[in-house]
Nanobody, 111 residues
Framework: QVQIVESGGGLVQPGGSLRLSCSVSGTTTSMYVVTWYRQAPGKARELVALWGSGNIPVYGDFVKGRFTIAADNTKNMIHLQMTDLKPEDTAVYYC?????WGQGTRVNVST
């Protein structure tokens, strides 16, 4: 049974940084595409970053160099380092692997 657990969210001031982590059990992250999504209140879920085959990351247009996705396959984890956070980054961030989803970690960017 595949399980996904996100962590690392919290309250941060504009311009601050957070590191989100996606811990996967029941399978091996190196075999799959792992994706971070986010959903802000009243908005559709959108792709934040994707770690796929060939270890080439893909980012949503809004990222603009602020976020970095990286895999730690020895620990079956995918991290999302977020810098220069803006209030519009406020959302619940979800990790996805195939049809499996975590419960999300909440990021609140506010003064």
């Amino acid at each position: 049974q595949v399980q996904i657990v996100e962590s690392g969210g919290g309250l941060v001031q504009p311009g601050g940084s957070l590191r989100l982590s996606c811990s996967v059990s029941g399978t091996t992250t190196s075999m799959y595409v792992v994706t971070w999504y986010r959903q802000a209140p009243g908005k559709a879920r959108e792709l934040v970053a994707l770690w796929g085959s060939g270890n080439i990351p893909v980012y949503g247009d809004f990222v603009k160099g602020r976020f970095t996705i990286a895999a730690d396959n020895t620990k079956n984890m995918i991290h999302l380092q977020m810098t220069d956070l803006k209030p519009e980054d406020t959302a619940v961030y979800y990790c996805n692997l195939h049809e499996f989803w975590g419960q999300g970690t909440r990021v609140n960017v506010s003064t």
